[in-house]
Structures are given as structure tokens and as C-alpha cells.
T-cell receptor, first 113, second 111 residues
Framework: NAGVTQTPKFRVLKTGQSMTLLCAQD?????MYWYRQDPGMGLRLIHY???????AKGEVPDGYNVSRLKKQNFLLGLESAAPSQTSVYFC????????????FGDGTRLSIL | GENVEQHPSTLSVQEGDSAVIKCTYS??????FPWYKQELGKGPQLIID?????GEKKDQRIAVTLNKTAKHFSLHITETQPEDSAVYFC??????????FGKGTRLSVIA
């Protein structure tokens, strides 16, 4: 039982390049989330999904897109990377928004040069 | 929407002493309050949570208290050990809204 797995763990991009971060969960959770973590800013929600085929914007969605084609996978895309998107990205999943804990992956460290 | 404030941002304690981290929230509809511990290079891990129908919950050296009237909740760690050193996050949510996290507290336990 792997829980939440994020791929890749590290990546360096040049400004303007695109990439996709993959999150996979094996707990049959309906809800999935993408966060970014920056020093002193805590965890900020980028996008989330309440089920297969659904997505919704979080607190900081600009510059990112997401897709949830399969229940177990949640993809985060950067179409044209900018230095301001240098961050550590965490994926999480849960049964519901409230009254149930979120389970986190170990993050993807992304640097945009 | 919900706003969660967390204090202090850094906390240093001697091994064996207690540590207290406090959070306030703004949305009276919030009813779920988890605490997460994040070790270096890892994702946050749930350590304890409390729901709005309970005022206090304990799990060995960790306890959480909730005051719904004042809209604040606190994490208490007793008999601190070096392995308690980490970043701790509080969070709050209610109904159909995602968790909102505090900005975190870096706890250092000095041996």
C-alpha cells in the first residue's frame, strides 16, 4: 500500500518550458488536491478535485491546469513555466473535505531558471 | 472564506519541556481541525485531529484543545524529545470547503 505517490521528485526547468506533475493514490479516495509550499507561506491550495472528471480552483490557480481522468490520478500541468513557480509541490487525497484527514505525498521540488 | 492564523512561527524548547502551538480560525461553520507534522524532505503527516463536538483529545504525549466560542484551537506536546523537532501545521475546514492551513510552526527541541 503506497498511499500517495508523486512523480518526479525533482525537476529543473527553463522559463517557458512546460511539464506535468503526476500524483497517484491507491486508497480509493474521491478527493485529491495540489498544493504549493513556499518558505513562510505554508501550504496553499492550487486546484482540487472532488471526483473523477471534476476539477476546481483553489487559492492560487493562475498558471496551472489540472486533470482527473482516472479516480486514482491527478495531474498538475505548467504550460509556460515562470521563475515564480519555483516551489515544492504536494499532492494529497482524502475521502471528503472535512472530518477526514488528507494523506500527502512526499512532494516534487521544482526549480524554474 | 476561512482564514487560519498560527503562532508562533518558531519555537525552541528544552528536551523534556512542553510545547504549545496556537491557531485561530475565522469561519464559525468550520468543524474539523487536524494537525500535521512535517519532517525535512517529507510531506505533512497527520498527528491528531479534533472535531467540533469535542473540546479536547489526547494521544500519548500529544493533546489538542478546541474553544469554539473563541474560535481557537491549540496543540500541546508534553515531555518533548529531539524527534519532535519538525514543522507543525494546523488546519480547519467545514462542510464542503477544503482545508485551510496555517503558515506553520518550526519546533526545535534542544537536547
Amino acid at each position: 500500500n503506497a498511499g500517495v505517490t508523486q512523480t518526479p521528485k525533482f525537476r529543473v526547468l527553463k522559463t517557458g518550458q512546460s511539464m506535468t506533475l503526476l500524483c497517484a493514490q491507491d486508497m480509493n479516495h474521491e478527493y485529491m488536491y495540489w498544493y504549493r509550499q513556499d518558505p513562510g507561506m505554508g501550504l496553499r491550495l492550487i486546484h482540487y478535485s472532488v471526483g473523477e472528471g471534476t476539477t476546481a480552483k483553489g487559492e492560487v490557480p493562475d498558471g496551472y491546469n489540472v486533470s482527473r481522468l482516472k479516480k486514482q490520478n491527478f495531474l498538475l500541468g505548467l504550460e509556460s513555466a515562470a521563475p515564480s513557480q519555483t516551489s515544492v509541490y504536494f499532492c494529497a487525497s482524502s475521502y471528503t473535505h472535512s472530518n477526514q484527514p488528507q494523506h500527502f505525498g512526499d512532494g516534487t521540488r521544482l526549480s524554474i531558471l | 472564506g476561512e482564514n487560519v492564523e498560527q503562532h508562533p512561527s518558531t519555537l525552541s524548547v528544552q528536551e523534556g519541556d512542553s510545547a504549545v502551538i496556537k491557531c485561530t480560525y475565522s469561519d464559525s461553520a468550520s468543524n474539523y481541525f487536524p494537525w500535521y507534522k512535517q519532517e525535512l524532505g517529507k510531506g505533512p503527516q497527520l498527528i491528531i485531529d479534533i472535531r467540533s463536538n469535542v473540546g479536547e483529545k489526547k494521544d500519548q504525549r500529544i493533546a489538542v484543545t478546541l474553544n469554539k466560542t473563541a474560535k481557537h484551537f491549540s496543540l500541546h506536546i508534553t515531555e518533548t524529545q529531539p524527534e519532535d523537532s519538525a514543522v507543525y501545521f494546523c488546519a480547519a475546514s467545514g462542510g464542503n470547503t477544503p482545508l485551510v492551513f496555517g503558515k506553520g510552526t518550526r519546533l526545535s527541541v534542544i537536547a
